[in-house]
């Protein structure tokens, strides 16, 4: 059995390097450099389908319930309705990102509109990614029991298959190893 939450702290860090390369793009386009469409398409396609779809579905759907699940004081509340309004925000910036580039070479204003949204997401992110690496998960891991980290670790490994699917995974990671070769 994997630990659930490390788990969930290995992702985060495949994630704050994609957001490293998502702002290396943002800088290659403010200064109007050549960025092949497809590897806007690939950081795109990993920040909704690796690090929301997946990845906050974990956090949304399995970690967060099982938290405040014993949570009689409410300890937990105040953090979780901040995390869950950052992936909502977090979505309208991805959603927004896609519409620019959608417009790529289309409209003058939707490199613009990308890279605003793109800073926006990086800094929501980084932030986001802070409060969880430093505040929740380290708390978590204290406070959940074997037992229970071992059904959430059996939970994310479920979801994740049926999420993303089978393989995805690695591909996504190829993906960071590639970009990072091209961009960091």
Not at 141 to 155: N, R, Y
Request: hydrophobic content about 35%; glycine content about 2%.
């Amino acid at each position: 059995m994997q630990n659930p939450i490390q788990d969930l702290l290995n992702e985060h860090n495949g994630i704050l390097q994609m957001l490293r390369i998502l702002k290396k793009i943002t800088i290659k386009l403010k200064l109007q450099e050549d960025v092949p469409h497809e590897d806007v398409e690939k950081v795109l396609e990993f920040l909704k389908e690796f690090a929301d779809k997946c990845h906050h579905s974990k956090e949304e759907d399995i970690l967060f319930p099982e938290l405040e699940r014993d949570d009689i004081d409410n300890d937990w509340e105040p953090l979780i309705v901040d995390l869950l309004e950052d992936h909502d925000i977090g979505r309208e910036y991805t959603e927004n990102m896609y519409k620019a580039f959608s417009l790529f070479n289309k409209e003058q204003n939707a490199y613009q509109e990308f890279i605003q949204n793109a800073e926006k997401y990086i800094a929501l992110l980084t932030d986001h990614i802070t409060k969880e690496n430093l505040y929740l998960f380290p708390e978590a891991d204290i406070k959940l029991d074997e037992s229970t980290k071992a059904s959430l670790d059996e939970q994310f490994e479920t979801m994740e298959k049926e999420v993303i699917g089978l393989g995805k995974h690695e591909l996504y990671h190829g993906w960071i190893d590639e970009l990072s070769k091209r961009y960091l």
